[in-house]
């Protein structure tokens, strides 16, 4: 029900843009969000989106470097990443939320899409 793309290789510096298709009726109404998930480590929360695309809410880490936004025409989120570090290699997945409005907790996501994979070299 959530088909992630755009991930890839790119230099640390660099842009990179990955989006999510949802099914309309798991995502429309809903929050959505980010994670990732660096091996060997926990999936932490990078960023989320209210249903309507009024509020955001980033992990401190990536403020300012990171934009989240949706299409609600195309039940699509999406996550413009400019600035790339190393240190934000990792599977990125996105979620849909049990609610309009959700927070950083896993446990407020109830669907999750495959994950696509970002690698920055230095």
């Known amino acids: 029900q959530l088909q992630a793309s755009g991930g890839g290789l790119v230099q640390a510096g660099g842009s990179l843009r990955v989006s999510c298709a949802a099914a309309r009726r798991t995502a429309s109404s809903n929050a959505m969000a980010w994670f990732r998930q660096a091996p060997g480590k926990e999936r932490e929360h990078v960023a989320t989106?209210?249903?309507?695309?009024?509020?955001?809410s980033y992990t401190n880490s990536v403020k300012g470097r990171f934009t989240i936004s949706r299409d609600r025409t195309k039940n699509t989120v999406y996550l413009q990443m400019n600035s790339l570090k190393p240190e934000d290699t990792a599977t990125y997945y996105c979620a849909v939320a049990l609610k309009a409005v959700a927070g950083t907790g896993r446990d407020e996501y109830r669907y999750w899409g495959q994950g696509t994979q970002v690698t920055v070299s230095s």
């Open positions: 989106i209210s249903w309507d695309g009024g509020s955001t």
